[in-house]
């Protein structure tokens, strides 16, 4: 994963995503730290985000404090749930907790149905949406549905 990183910012990549946890579901905090180590060292501005394994921490508020400490940028969430619609009251409580400290960046099921309840629901300032469908068998971003996601969530 460091060799990984490394390249990728070799290539012109402004940030990393990444999440290492225990088997016990707790934040790998010796891998983590290396990683953001290893991007930092690379680029100091290097952006991090810590993905949605933070939904399978045992204790995700005592995890946030983890990662805020180990100098991610970012923790990508469905608030524990399966889609972050379904997370709305705990990503709104991360989010209370982040305080600033860090971007909670909800993410899992955002549609533009539910994009703009999502981020007003939670006091969250941005989101994540794989915006997907389906060509040539292959899944790819679809420009139409991020830009109906951009104008239900700024009109």
């Not at 805020?68 to 009251?89: F, W, Y």
């Amino acid at each position: 994963m460091e060799k990984e990183i490394g390249s990728a910012l070799e290539e012109g990549a402004d940030g990393i995503v990444t999440g290492c946890l225990t088997p016990e579901g707790n934040v790998d905090v010796a891998a983590t730290e290396r990683l953001v180590r290893t991007a930092k060292e690379r680029n100091a501005r290097t952006r991090i985000t810590f993905h949605r394994a933070f939904d399978r921490c045992r204790d995700p508020f005592a995890a946030l404090e983890q990662i805020v400490r180990l100098g991610c940028d970012r923790i990508l969430t469905s608030g524990g749930k399966p889609t972050a619609e379904d997370g709305i009251p705990e990503l709104r409580a991360l989010q209370e907790q982040a305080e600033g400290r860090i971007i909670i960046l909800p993410g899992g099921g955002v549609t533009p149905l539910n994009a703009a309840k999502i981020l007003s629901a939670t006091g969250c300032r941005e989101i994540h949406a794989s915006a997907s469908c389906s060509m040539d068998g292959k899944k790819v971003t679809s420009t139409e549905k991020v830009a109906e996601i951009l104008q239900e969530i700024c009109g």
